[in-house]
């Protein structure tokens, strides 16, 4: 079975560019939550979605947005970067609501 | 503000021994909690999650939830060199929204 895929591994982006980027969660599950994590704050929750409806949202800017499609596939986008973007960010899908989730191997993004 | 603490470490242990890995959250509307383990540069692997007060056994690992005490925690037996790492105590409300803890770091020594 295969597991929660995130592309792309790496990006290097430039101050002030967007960014897309990509969550394949594992077959038959529905959630997908993305969260970032840096050294200095620790794994942090973006947001959640559930057949393809937001259902929370972390405290974070408006820059930070995402959707899901109708077959489960979830992306996120980051506009107008900033170098405290720099980070690796997650995906975890899960296959209702309450229950495990599981990570992808995650993005990781440098602002420069 | 739900929050979520563990001591940071790190805990070093022998080869061999049991590590004891804690975790308080202050959220007692808090329905299910998760450890994590975390390698350096990689993402964040489930070993064991828990939903009701007590233990919960799966093979080296137990879990133990007091929600009481809103306390969680993560013995590790016969502690291998190889389950050095980093592990994360992760707890829910409604929904599947993951509240971290900062992790412990774990050093076992040959």
């Known amino acids: 079975k295969a597991g929660v895929t995130q592309t792309p591994r790496y990006l290097i982006k430039t101050r002030g560019q967007q960014v897309t980027l990509s969550c394949s969660p594992i077959?038959?599950?529905?959630?997908v939550s993305w969260y970032q994590q840096t050294p200095g704050q620790g794994l942090q929750f973006l947001f959640e979605?559930?057949?393809?409806?937001?259902?929370n949202k972390g405290n974070f800017p408006g820059r930070f947005s995402g959707r899901q499609f109708s077959n489960s596939r979830s992306e996120m986008n980051v506009s107008t970067l900033e170098l405290g973007d720099s980070a690796l960010y997650l995906c975890?899908?899960?296959?209702?609501?309450?229950?495990?989730?599981?990570f992808g191997q995650g993005t990781r993004l440098t602002v420069v | 503000q739900k929050e979520v603490e563990q001591n940071s470490g790190p805990l070093s242990v022998p080869e061999g021994a049991i590590a004891s890995l804690n975790c308080t959250y202050s959220?007692?509307?808090?329905?299910?909690f998760f450890w994590y383990r975390q390698y350096s540069g990689k993402s964040p692997e489930l070993i064991m999650f828990?939903?009701?007060?007590g233990d919960k056994e799966d093979g080296r690992f137990t879990a133990q939830l007091n929600k009481a005490s809103q306390y969680v925690s993560l013995l590790i037996r016969d502690s291998q060199p190889s389950d050095s790492a980093t592990y994360l105590c992760?707890?829910?409300?409604?929904?599947?929204?993951?509240?971290f803890g900062g992790g412990t770091r774990l050093m076992v020594k040959p």
């Open positions: 979605y559930f057949s393809e409806t937001q259902r």
């Open positions: 077959s038959g599950h529905r959630s």
């Open positions: 992760a707890v829910t409300g409604a929904g599947n929204m993951l509240t």
């Open positions: 975890a899908s899960s296959l209702a609501m309450n229950t495990e989730a599981f």
């Open positions: 959220d007692r509307g808090s329905q299910s």
């Open positions: 828990i939903y009701s007060n």
